[in-house]
């Protein structure tokens, strides 16, 4: 069936939750192979290499029960404002200069207030016009005014996490719904802004979840989608008794690419819990990453992560 699959794929075909549903009971290796050939076959060999600096910090007014920076949680991260815009410049100019090709604020909290926009625009401004690093950007549920003045000042894309399935998000949020990212998304889109979401992988999830998670996107036409492995930070409400394999991980990646063809399957969050930070994923229909840092936990190193990426066969464009 797999095979057959592949071909109709190839050919323009979507394929339903049940084709999808069928292909977990797939060994890894096979699914692998496959979705590299997917991949292979619409994206080539390019590879997306972004970073992300967390621009403003913890005292989160949302729930979501995975996060650090959740008010509802005492976890022992920084706490800290929006970073000036000198302090964004100079972390923008090391990133490009070694090699990172996006660039992207992320903010705590349910969105940014009208003057912290202002001022965060500004430094996209100054980035855009003094680095030319692409630049991206992830403040909550903003609307639609507010995401056309980041695209004015030079944003190119809007990233906001569905994070899991529209079923199973009220067991990890209750202040905010999952029709709320769904508005935001299309709201970015409307105004002229490409789409980064994507979710975690290991909340208490089922597999058809994940799935479901991955037609959501199909629907909304995400051409960027980050997945994380939950990287369980003490302190937070989530359940961390069902940690789920490296397996499991990649045989969802996989899945991803066979459902979402022509999308970026980026490797986010978590990569410091897999095998050599992930590298199995991007032969499993991955061909994107965060490097460096994340949030508040420990990323991989942008020199390494670039050789190896090199050493794959892969072009960073």
């Known amino acids: 069936m797999i095979k057959g699959l592949v071909e109709k794929i190839k050919s323009g075909y979507s394929i339903s939750k049940e084709e999808a549903l069928q292909l977990i009971n797939y060994d ?12 292979e076959y619409f994206m ?4 997306d290499l972004c970073c992300i600096v967390n621009g403003k910090s913890g005292k989160c007014s949302e729930d979501c029960k995975f996060c650090a920076q959740s008010s509802y949680h005492k ?19 090391y990133n490009y200069e070694k090699g990172v090709q996006r660039y992207s604020i992320v903010t705590s909290g349910k969105m940014l207030t ?25 403040h909550g549920l903003l609307d639609e005014k507010d995401l056309k003045k980041l695209k ?19 067991n990890i949020c209750s202040t905010h719904t999952y029709e709320d990212k769904i508005n935001t998304i299309k709201s970015a889109q409307k105004v002229g802004l490409e789409v ?3 979710g975690i992988i290991g909340l208490g999830e089922s597999q058809e979840d994940r799935i479901d998670m991955a037609l959501e996107l199909r629907n909304l036409n995400i051409k960027s989608i980050p997945l994380n492995l939950l990287n369980y930070i003490e302190g937070t409400n989530i ?10 991980f990649l045989k969802t990646v996989a899945i991803f690419r066979f459902i979402n063809p022509k999308s970026l399957i980026r490797l986010a969050g978590g990569r410091n819990l897999l095998t050599k930070y992930g590298k199995l994923a991007f032969t499993s229909g991955a061909n994107a990453t965060i490097t460096g840092d994340m949030l508040t936990t420990c990323g991989s190193g942008i020199d390494e992560d670039i ?7 892969f072009k960073i464009v």
Do not use: W
């Open 28 to 39: 890894l290796n096979v699914l692998s192979v496959y979705a590299n050939e997917i991949r």
């Open 44 to 47: 080539g060999n390019q590879f």
């Open 75 to 93: 976890t022992n991260i920084d706490i800290y404002p929006l970073l000036t815009t000198q302090e964004f410049l100079k972390d923008s100019i």
């Open 114 to 138: 009208k003057s912290e926009v202002d001022e965060v625009c500004e430094s996209y401004n100054e980035i855009h016009n003094k680095v030319g690093i692409k630049t991206c950007a992830s």
């Open 152 to 170: 004015l000042a030079g944003v190119q894309r809007y990233h906001n996490n569905l994070e899991t399935s529209r079923r199973y998000f009220e």
């Open 196 to 198: 980064c979401s994507g």
């Open 239 to 248: 359940d961390n008794s069902a940690k789920i394999t490296e397996e499991e």
């Open 307 to 313: 050789k190896m990426i090199k050493e794959m066969g």
